[in-house]
């Protein structure tokens, strides 16, 4: 990210290119490698470091470790996908594990130490009319009896 300021945005759509052209080759094809997967891993963690505030939440790292993790589950340098009498190392599966644990444990954790909302049982009185990209159905969920949100929240 050395470039130029009025080169940036192009470094990040061609950043953002590249990516997205190895992602889909990942789902046309079924199948990836160390390569492929390290070379999303370094993309994608380009641009967490240069979004700063915008990519500082949770959410990036723990993208960036699954992302990492998924390096050790796929073949080193076949672009083929592991047959199913294959398992994937204890490593990665274990890594995946301790990943989810402190995800759940997270969670849980801003739950009971965060805003009294959540004590209350009323977090979701205002998750739908206030979450970064509502979908169509938030308008009714919103509207549904305060009960429902209690049981929702819990």
Known sequence: WLANENKMNQAIKTVSGIGMALSAAVAVLGA???????????????????????YGFGWESQLLETGFISVLMVPLLSLSP???????SWVSIWALRWLTFRIMLGAG???IRGDSCWRDLTAMH???????????????FHHTPGWFHKFETM
């Open 82 to 88: 592991f047959p199913a009498a294959w398992p994937a």
């Open 32 to 54: 990836s490698n160390v390569f492929i997967q390290l070379s999303l891993w370094v993309l994608y963690h380009s641009i967490v470091n240069v979004g700063q505030r915008w």
């Open 126 to 140: 205002y998750h739908y009319e206030t979450q970064p990209v509502p979908n169509p159905f938030s308008y009714y």
């Open 109 to 111: 954790m801003i739950k």
